[in-house]
């Protein structure tokens, strides 16, 4: 079983501030890692994906994320955020073996608001 | 290239009634997703196609909501009798093997 979870139901920072929004996973097999966005009344976009590799991966509009395996973690990073990054924010992990090949398990979700 | 469709961008159901929501993924895309989302349980897997098979018909969701894909750009979801439970966003995803999921805008079901 596929389980991810994200500790921070809500995050508050300003603009210009940097930003963590975790992320841990537990999942026994071979794994890839991503990062969503989704803006209010949307469907989610895709911001980032590790599968191997650079433990580093970055993404769009300046995202960035770091897998680790010794903590089962892969927590989404910015340096400087701005108004426009407020949205929610969802991890997932799928599955490359099994009846898991193809699927993603997603967590609940990180609501980032971004004051001016 | 125009992205993943749904409509309609909301529905609102009497209790026990049929309802249909389409979706049309991204040309040539292999894999489609039906998702429900919900405040209190997130993100819920409801169906898996690849190529156009059933690969997960989604457990507990299998007595009143049936997927199909009767060709490769088209896909319904189909929920019947509706309950008042079933009030969600429902979300449509399609992707080549192993990619990223691009979403749909989503259908917002209200039922009364």
């Known amino acids: 079983t596929q389980t991810v979870s994200q500790s921070d139901a809500h995050v508050t920072v300003f603009e210009g501030d940097s930003v963590e929004l975790r992320c841990n996973y537990s999942?026994?097999?071979?794994?890839?890692l991503s990062w969503y966005i989704q803006h209010h009344g949307h469907g989610l976009q895709f911001l980032l994906k590790?599968?191997?590799?650079?433990?580093v991966v970055q993404g769009v509009n300046g995202f960035e994320a770091e897998f680790s395996k010794s903590d089962s973690s892969f927590h989404l990073r910015k340096a400087s955020v701005h108004w426009s990054d407020s949205a929610v924010y969802f991890c997932?992990?799928?599955?490359?073996?099994?009846?898991?090949?193809?699927?993603?398990?997603f967590g609940h979700g990180t609501i980032l608001r971004v004051h001016p | 290239d125009a992205g993943v469709t749904q409509t309609p961008r909301h529905e609102v159901a009497e209790k026990g009634q049929t309802i249909i929501l389409k979706c049309e993924p991204v040309?040539?895309?292999?894999?489609l997703f039906w998702y429900r989302q919900t405040k209190i349980q997130g993100l819920e897997l409801l169906s898996y196609?690849?190529?156009?098979?059933?690969?997960?018909d989604g457990g507990a969701f299998k007595d009143r909501f049936k997927a199909e894909m009767l060709n490769s750009s088209f896909s319904t979801l189909k929920i019947q009798p509706t309950e008042p439970k079933d009030s969600a966003v429902y979300l449509c995803?399609?992707?080549?093997?192993?990619?990223?999921?691009?979403f749909g805008p989503g259908t917002r079901l209200t039922v009364l």
């Open positions: 040309s040539g895309h292999n894999d």
């Open positions: 997932a992990v799928g599955g490359n073996t099994g009846a898991n090949t193809g699927k993603l398990t």
């Open positions: 999942y026994g097999g071979s794994i890839y």
């Open positions: 590790y599968y191997s590799g650079n433990p």
């Open positions: 196609f690849r190529s156009k098979s059933l690969m997960e």
């Open positions: 995803a399609s992707s080549t093997a192993y990619a990223e999921q691009f």
